[in-house]
């Protein structure tokens, strides 16, 4: 056996052990650190891609801990939303740390660098690890270990708004993951099974006989991971979470962090509970009015900011009104448009994260007022700041354009014209607040800090073009990610 | 349904309908106290009526714990996956609480009380 | 604190409290507790002394620097084995299977793997304690240094 089969577990424990390494190399070899958080995440990396070469090419497979078949060990399941997932999640955290290597050395203390990767590649490991699980309880723990980590990159900034956001989006998390455990106890007597396969297999028959427990049960995980996840009206904790972290924090935590906990969910609902259950209560229907007024309101909300950071933050909450939008329409098209844009609104909500945190670090002001003739003197970050605002717009060439037109295509399929013309409102509302921004960035005169901006390092510069080439790339050929997301799609929907 | 009925629905499920009020006072304490302590009290609270049920649903009548021994006969066990998971659960709730007074001190140190009204008065001063 | 009776009862109990932390420990595979309790168990015990005597006392004991090495080393241990059985050539945390001697069922030395693993794990959790305990006191000293 070479090492290659193992790589789904390794993608994940190297991660945590490099994650403890750490401290011990914050000590004594501290130049090390971030060569080793670089090659860590690169190796889940290159883990991630061979493992999606080998799902496209031969399918869907399990890995199973200490070879422990699955009733009694726990096992990972690796198949397309999986690979899909955990490539998104090491591409764009391998580039959001690579920024970060160089924009965190303002931000934070000297002695906490260290501990700082440290809870970056804890976070790194939750996530792939909560995207791979085929376990309900293990699924667990790599939520709470993920709400831990991400508070962790907030409150690392010892300013008094980070430590509040953090101790808020704690407590909210920690709610959250009660209501986990619950609908996970649930679930598991009245299965007396963990694994997502063996669930799936024991809900139909247990349906007539306990169908409170099960409807609980869903209720609780909605509400649970859709606290995580900032699903519209339990959203309260991520505005001044997003906003005050670190810049790099911020772009992981919006970027990557509340879409693993969608993904959790797409999980539960297609993978594990039984399509008649969805008959007995409007639960599509609930998450596609959810996802519905986030998608308005959270627009709403950030044309009013003048905070640049919190600005986008409140655009992430309409964001995740997308991915959502796309689970709850059940079609085809609509659930592809919801995955792509996973994807796609990881790299541009993290390059917008990144060019704000660029500016930020070239001027100092977060104002939006203050940034006129940005273009003029900071003209990397800016344009990628425009480009990421048109891929939000949903303008052709871009890939936010793509997803948007399946998630259209998707809600036309079911006849359900409505949220198409939703998709249409929100892009109008997103070119309200995100234009201006442009349009003053390169035809206002500079004034004061802007005129003389510190210059950016080499780090920031190549991070922020990669992701605006990779913006313009899958705008311009989507079938390069497409194809693994129909897939998933297909999977997903009984349909492969 | 008689009342008896439902009484004894409700001896023998038991363990649901405490576990429910804990939950139910931990949520409470947590939403609408003002001092940031007693809302990690409330969360802890409501973590423990979470694991006593998980734990509760475990148990079986007359069992006992699932050590083999030699010598010993065999007899019913209680299911023992329930209190590991749970373990697992307690050891998540332990670094969260360690987590959430550290965030305390903290806060404290920034704004000298631990009142969460306070503190967003404080906030909203700076605002303006 | 300057009590003498609660010196004098730590100094007492201490070292039952840690044989019986360190029993509880090593037994994790053949009786109920582990890693987790008895690690709890000996983390307490330091805990004690530290309050017992002071905070100095007990950091001369154990710093926080070797107990947030140890802390790391618990965890590398617990990941250390399962990447063993992976280049055993066998599943990430594969005991038997992996040709880890297992011995006789029963014994203190059985269970390969299990037993090293829970070794790790009450390491891990007895030095996360004191860590977690002298990173609140040293928080707290902070805070009077500043006033």
């Known amino acids: ?84 997932a955990t490539m998104t999640i090491t591409i764009v955290g391998l580039i959001v740390i690579y920024y970060g290597t160089q924009d965190l050395l303002h931000e934070l203390k000297e002695q906490v660098m260290g501990w700082y990767y440290t809870l970056y590649l804890l976070l790194m490991a939750s996530m792939i690890g909560m995207v791979l699980t085929n376990d309900l309880f293990n699924m667990f723990v790599f939520v709470e270990i993920c709400a831990i980590a991400s508070c962790g990159i907030i409150s690392i900034k010892e300013s008094r708004e980070c430590i509040e956001a953090a101790f808020k989006y704690l407590v909210l998390s920690a709610v959250g993951s009660g209501c986990l455990l619950l609908a996970i106890a649930m679930i598991y007597m009245v299965t007396g099974h963990l694994n997502f396969t063996y669930v ?66 797409i999980k539960l609902l297609y993978k594990v509970y039984p399509p008649e259950l969805l008959g007995m209560a409007p639960i599509m229907n609930m998450i596609l009015w959810m996802a519905t007024l986030a998608i308005i309101i959270g627009s709403m909300f950030a044309i009013v900011q003048d905070d640049i950071k919190k600005m986008l933050a409140y655009s992430s909450i309409a964001q995740i009104g997308y991915v959502f939008l796309g689970v709850g329409l059940m079609s085809e098209s609509a659930l592809q448009g919801g995955i792509l844009h996973i994807f796609n609104h990881a790299i541009m909500k993290s390059m917008l994260f990144l060019s704000a945190g660029a500016i930020i670090y070239a001027t100092g ?28 717009v949903g303008i052709p060439i871009t890939n936010g354009f793509i997803s948007k037109w399946y998630l259209a295509l998707g809600s036309l399929d079911v006849g359900r014209p409505f949220f198409a013309a939703v998709i249409l409102v929100s892009s109008l509302l997103n070119g309200i607040y995100y234009l201006p921004i442009v349009v003053n960035a390169f035809f206002g005169e500079p004034e004061g800090a802007v005129a003389e901006p510190r210059p950016l390092p080499r780090q920031m510069v190549v991070s922020l073009i990669l992701l605006g080439s990779g913006v313009i790339l899958f705008g311009v050929f989507p079938s390069l990610i497409l194809g693994v997301v129909s897939k998933a799609a297909q999977s997903l929907l009984g349909l492969l | 349904m008689t009342m008896i009925d439902i009484l004894l629905r409700l001896h023998q499920n038991s363990y649901y309908f405490f576990a429910i009020i804990l939950f139910i006072i931990g ?102 | 604190m300057e009590d003498i009776i609660v010196r004098y009862v730590t100094r007492i109990i201490l070292p039952f409290v840690q044989l019986y932390g360190l029993y509880v420990v090593l037994h994790g595979h053949l009786s109920p507790g582990g890693g987790f309790s008895g690690g709890a168990i000996i983390g307490a015990s330091m805990i004690l002394y530290a309050l017992a005597f002071n905070l100095s006392a007990g950091s001369k004991k154990l710093s926080h620097d070797v107990s947030s090495a140890l802390e790391s080393g618990g965890a590398l241990l617990f990941a250390g084995m399962g990447i063993f059985a992976i280049l055993l050539g066998t599943n990430f945390l594969g005991n038997k299977v992996a040709g880890i001697p297992i011995g006789t069922p029963g014994n203190l030395f059985s269970s390969g793997a299990i037993m090293i693993i829970t070794f790790g794990v009450g390491v891990k959790v007895a030095s996360t304690m004191i860590t977690l305990f002298y990173s609140l006191i040293e928080g707290e000293d902070h805070s009077h240094d500043h006033d």
């Open chain 1, 1 to 84: 056996m070479s090492i290659v089969n193992h790589f789904p577990v390794l993608a994940v424990v190297v991660l945590l052990l490099f994650a403890y390494l750490m401290p011990l190399l914050m000590r004594w070899r501290k130049e090390w650190c971030v060569p080793a958080t670089l090659g860590a995440i690169g190796f889940s990396l290159i883990a991630s891609l061979y493992m999606m070469w080998q799902v496209m090419t031969t399918g869907p497979f399990m890995y199973q801990m200490g070879s422990w078949a699955p009733p009694w060990g726990i096992e990972f399941s690796i198949d397309y939303l999986a690979v899909f």
């Open chain 1, 200 to 265: 799936a297999q024991a809900l139909p028959q247990v349906m007539d006989l306990y169908p409170l427990n099960i409807l609980v049960s869903l209720a609780l995980f909605l509400v649970g991971l859709g606290v995580k996840a900032a699903l519209f009206p339990l959203h309260v904790w991520l505005p001044d979470a997003h906003s005050s972290a670190p810049s790099p924090s911020s772009a992981v935590l919006s970027g990557l962090v509340i879409k693993v906990y969608a993904i959790a969910m």
């Open chain 1, 365 to 392: 002001t977060r104002k939006l007022s203050d940034l006129k003739g940005i273009g003029i003197t900071l003209p990397v970050p800016t344009i990628a700041f425009s480009l990421g605002a048109f891929a939000m």
């Open chain 2, 27 to 128: 949520f409470h304490t947590m939403l609408s106290h003002n001092n940031l302590i007693k809302k990690v009290i409330g969360m802890n609270i409501m973590d423990t009526s979470i694991f006593l049920f998980f734990v509760a649903i475990g148990y079986v009548n007359g069992g006992r714990a699932p050590i083999l021994e030699p010598g010993v006969p065999y007899t019913a066990y209680v299911n023992p996956l329930p209190s590991a998971l749970i373990l697992t659960g307690i050891v998540v709730a332990v670094s969260v609480t360690a987590y959430a007074l550290s965030l305390i001190v903290k806060l404290y140190k920034h704004y000298g009380t631990i009142d969460a009204e306070e503190i967003m008065r404080i906030r909203g001063g700076d605002i303006q």
